[in-house]
């Protein structure tokens, strides 16, 4: 947005604790935090609690009566949302619209799934503590290995963009070999290859290996750029035990 707020209603003389780092003095702010977190708020930010804080403390008795009413009706997350964000009048209905759009996307999903999405987008918006947060939270809910394999790519993928070579590597390392994927593999050789020149300053010794093995999945030999990838990281781990 490149408008300006000024909080016309009174400031809460408690505010409303959303977490050790956030806390919500005004309704203003209670809007524009649900705005910018509709994919990350979970289902249990809407509860009593925050009825009671609109009403004593913002003195809105009738959206928190509003609130209470449709809780008790086992109405859902995005719901709640709609009213605070329509009450508060803010934003335009299309970009109201649009944030409820993703608060609903993730209701039908399972708590890693949320988590995952959730750290997906963070991580595309360069938020990269908040998305490893969330990488951690599905990796505690979920247990298949072919899902924590893609959010272990990911988390590798969060370390390379802030030029972290050395803990991506490991990162897509046990990626690769828990969830399988050739995108992981090459991911962890590229990442291997950026390390060797990040310590040396000179070109790595695996940029040449990695471009025959493009030119290999460019020309569509799919078996044989598979089976030289294999040959490539199975050489790979056995210098790693030399070295130890």
Not at 93 to 100: P, T
């Amino acid at each position: 947005m490149s408008r300006v707020w000024l909080c016309q209603d009174p400031l809460a003389e408690q505010p409303y604790i959303v977490n050790k780092n956030i806390s919500l003095y005004s309704f203003e702010e209670l809007c524009y935090y649900l705005f910018q977190n509709a994919e990350s708020v979970e289902e249990s930010f809407f509860n009593g609690m925050l009825c009671q804080w609109l009403s004593e403390e913002l003195g809105k008795k009738k959206l928190a009566k509003r609130l209470s009413d449709g809780m008790e009706l086992e109405k859902s997350g995005s719901w709640c949302m709609e009213q605070i964000l329509r009450a508060g009048g803010f934003y335009r209905i299309q970009d109201i619209e649009q944030a409820l759009s993703m608060a609903k996307s993730m209701e039908d999903k399972s708590p890693a799934q949320r988590a995952k999405l959730r750290g997906d987008r963070l991580l595309l918006s360069g938020r990269y503590r908040d998305a490893l947060r969330q990488y951690r939270k599905a990796l505690k809910e979920e247990s298949d290995a072919s899902f924590r394999g893609r959010i272990w790519h990911n988390i590798g993928t969060l370390y390379a963009r802030q030029f972290l070579f050395a803990p991506a590597s490991e990162c897509y390392k046990f990626a690769y070999e828990i969830g399988q994927q050739s995108e992981s593999s090459e991911a962890y050789l590229l990442a291997l290859s950026c390390r060797e020149k990040q310590v040396s300053g000179r070109k790595s010794s695996l940029d040449e290996q990695l471009k025959q093995l493009r030119e290999v999945k460019r020309s569509g030999k799919r078996v044989d750029y598979e089976q030289q990838m294999e040959q490539l990281l199975l050489q790979l781990r056995t210098e790693y035990r030399k070295s130890e």
